[in-house]
Structure formats: C-alpha cells, structure tokens
C-alpha cells in the first residue's frame, strides 16, 4: 500500500517562495509519474504539474513560469517549488502518484498526500 | 483547458436512496474520466478510473458511466458514509481539469 507524507512551510509573505516535499513509502519515485494538485474555494481542484519517472517535467501553463517539480531519488522524495507567490496561492496543496497509460494516453491520481495548507498573507 | 461542469451541487438526499451525479466535459474525452470522493479535511479518494472501472475496495454501489462529453456516476442503496463530495476529472489532455464538485448532502 503506497503512502505519501507531505510536508513544507503553511504561511507565507507575498513575493516569496512556496516549498513542499513528498516522501513516497511502499514504492519507489523512479516507478511512477508524480504529481502536485492544489485547491481553493475559490478555484477548486487545480492541476499544478507533473513529473516522470524519467524526470520530465509538465506544467499547468496557467502557472508555468513559477513552478519547478524536482525528484530525488536517493531519498525517495519529490517536491514543489512555486516562487513569487500572492493571495491567490493560498490553497490546500497535495502531492499525488500519478498514474498514465501510455497507450491511448491516460491519466488518473491514485494515491494521495495528507495536504498542506499554505497561507499567502503579508 | 478542457473545462469540466458537474450537476447538481448541492444534493440532497437520504440513506438507502439511489442517486445519479452528472459531469459533463467541454470537448470530447472519450472514456478518459476519473471520479473522487472527498470527505472534510481529507484528500480527494479514488473511486472510478477510464469512466467505468472501479477501484479496488471501492463498493459496488458505485457505478460510473458515460463516454465522450457526459458521464454519469450513480450510488444505489445511499450510505451514511457516502455524504460528501465528489469530484470528476479528464485525464485526457493536459493540463488535466477538474469539476467544481457535488456536495451531497444528508
């Protein structure tokens, strides 16, 4: 049974950088794909990014320019950097394995973090 | 983005009722459907991949359907622990969107 814990800082200051780690037990992060989604009231659940087991990137265009997903293996860990944040970053974020079959691509969110909540406010 | 609607929200109803919650994908998506549950204070919970196939340990009351743009999960015999809320998501293109979610409601 895979298990994901999350961790990072919950409040924040405008215009600094938001940091999140996921530790992966049960399985190992070069396995699978892995993934960061975060939610709001306001705009509910939100697709941040992805990274393969290969260590490819993908990130939501909406917030492209500010994230970087990174892996580290030799700690089974993978994390979450979203620099310059504001208000509207303030979320529940969780960490996720990602799941795509590469045939017919498809993608679904298995196994999930506890989530973080981050508070964006000066 | 391909954008998601769900209906209805909220929903109201009782132990033992057979409910229908509806998601509807703006461009076609063929069976590329996920279904949630989300309980308060808890991460979302997989129930329903590829629009139809049930998670492992997930009861067969649950039952996702659908294909291209309109999808359907339905719960038959309601129990107390299925109130919460539940989410559909397109796993076909990135990036990958949600739903607003339904919140069922006793």
């Known amino acids: 049974q895979m298990q994901l814990q999350q961790w990072g800082a919950g409040l924040l200051k405008p215009s600094e950088t938001l940091s999140l780690t996921c530790a992966v037990y049960?399985?190992?992060?070069?396995?699978?794909?892995w993934t960061w989604i975060r939610q709001s009231p306001g705009r509910g659940l939100e697709w941040i990014g992805e990274?393969?087991?290969?260590?490819?990137?993908k990130y939501n265009p909406s917030h492209k320019s500010r994230v970087l997903i990174s892996v580290d293996t030799s700690k089974n860990q993978f994390s979450l950097k979203l620099s310059s944040v504001t208000a509207a970053d303030t979320a529940v974020y969780y960490c996720?394995?990602?799941?795509?079959?590469?045939?017919?691509?498809?993608?679904?969110?298995?196994?999930w973090g506890q989530g973080t909540l981050v508070t964006v406010s000066s | 983005d391909i954008r998601m609607t769900q209906s209805p929200s909220p929903l109201s109803a009782s132990v033992g009722d057979r409910v229908t919650l509806t998601c509807r994908a703006s461009q076609n998506i063929g069976s590329h459907l996920n279904w949630y549950q989300q309980k308060p204070g808890k991460a979302p919970n997989l129930l329903i991949s590829?629009?139809?196939t049930l998670q492992s340990g997930v009861p067969s009351r649950f039952t996702g359907t659908g294909s291209g743009t309109d999808f359907t999960l339905t719960i038959s015999g309601l129990q107390l622990e299925d109130f919460a809320t539940y989410y559909c998501?397109?796993?076909?293109?990135?990036?990958?969107?949600f739903g607003p979610g339904t919140k069922l409601d006793i």
């Open positions: 049960g399985g190992s992060v070069g396995d699978h794909y």
């Open positions: 998501q397109q796993g076909s293109s990135s990036p990958y969107t």
């Open positions: 990274i393969s087991h290969r260590g490819t990137t």
């Open positions: 590829a629009a139809s």
């Open positions: 996720a394995r990602e799941r795509v079959r590469a045939t017919n691509p498809y993608t679904w969110f298995d196994s």
